[in-house]
């Protein structure tokens, strides 16, 4: 087991977010949670972009509660996902996604996780975790910050802060480790870079040139549809750069 990390909590009055720009949906769905007794955090892009007063395009919550814990507790709830099950809690056109914390890939590569490697990239990981392991198991520190409804506070495990204030996007982990785990980061390193107009860490951005060509063991679907994101979001001349 590896030695558990003390997170930085960052306290309301020092840091940016304000119920008022998230959406009423999305506390909706934080406030049931916690009243039931869960942890309820906003996670990923959502605090990411509200931290750096952009709006956000969509806000996803991390709680330690089941999908199927999650599903009792919203009518309009639909549970999606083989891979990973993830709860949808739909009001109208606005869907709020709600993940269970996922585990660390096993260390010793032990396969009753039912965690599989192959060719190195992840297959399979409904195994369940706590919030630091689902935070180091995310790509970019900088999305890998938790807004904690219980306490306003932001929930730190990888120095995104501090990334943020940097303009800096960096991997979480050893590089070619977490390229070779999924080739797909590579593309969105350049896309996070180009939106948010942040610098690539070095140690980040040096792999990418010679760990290219795994890019061809991604299936087409998946590609076309990362291939999408990086020109449809507003900043295609800044991407293809």
Do not use: W
Not at 4 to 14: G, K, Q
Not at 53 to 61: E, Q, S
Not at 141 to 147: G, I, K, M, P, S
Request: hydrophobic letters at 40%; a negative charge.
């Amino acid at each position: 087991q590896t030695q558990s990390i003390e997170p930085t909590i960052v306290p309301r009055d020092r840091h940016v977010i304000s119920r008022s720009r998230i959406s009423d949906q999305a506390l909706k769905v934080l406030y049931r949670l916690k009243t039931a007794g869960y942890g309820a955090y906003l996670v990923g892009g959502g605090v990411r972009d509200l931290s750096l007063n952009r709006d956000p395009k969509d806000f996803d919550v991390a709680t330690d509660a089941t999908p199927e814990q999650v599903k009792a507790l919203f009518r309009n709830c639909r549970l999606i996902g083989r891979r990973f099950r993830l709860a949808h809690v739909h009001f109208g056109p606005e869907i709020i996604e709600v993940a269970t914390f996922r585990a660390l890939a096993s260390p010793d590569g032990d396969q009753n996780t039912d965690r599989v490697m192959e060719d190195g990239m992840i297959l399979r990981d409904n195994v369940y975790g706590d919030i630091e392991e689902d935070a180091l198991r995310r790509d970019f520190t900088v999305n890998a910050l938790y807004y904690n409804i219980a306490d306003f506070s932001i929930v730190d495990y990888a120095g995104g802060m501090d990334d943020l204030e940097a303009r800096q996007l960096r991997l979480i982990g050893e590089p070619e480790v977490r390229y070779r785990e999924d080739p797909v980061r590579m593309l969105r390193a350049v896309r996070f870079a180009a939106k948010l107009d942040f610098v690539i860490d070095p140690a980040t951005a040096n792999p990418i040139p010679r760990m290219a060509d795994l890019l061809a063991d991604i299936p087409p679907a998946r590609l076309f549809d990362e291939v999408l994101k990086l020109f449809m979001g507003g900043q295609g001349a800044e991407t293809i750069d």
